[in-house]
């Protein structure tokens, strides 16, 4: 059967500039669309640049960039603004 390689695709969750969307409903659209452009144009991850910008405290960075967490209902996500 067909497996999943694990690795390969946290490694393209966590390099995916679509990760900001679930900082948007807690720092707002234009800070996340600016995260995800500095990340894109410096090669890094919105996490590696969300760290260093200090966007939010570490925790909560965790947090909201949880791609389980993303998924879920009731996430950080969703119509309700998380």
Sequence with gaps: GIKANEARCKSLIEESLAMCTALAPVIGYEAAA??????????????????????????????????????QAGGPVGSAGG
């Design 34 to 71: 600016k995260l995800a452009k500095d990340a894109y144009k410096s090669g890094k991850t919105v996490r590696e640049v969300a760290r260093e910008q200090n966007v939010l405290p570490e925790k909560r960075l965790s947090q909201l960039l949880d791609p389980w967490r993303m998924t």
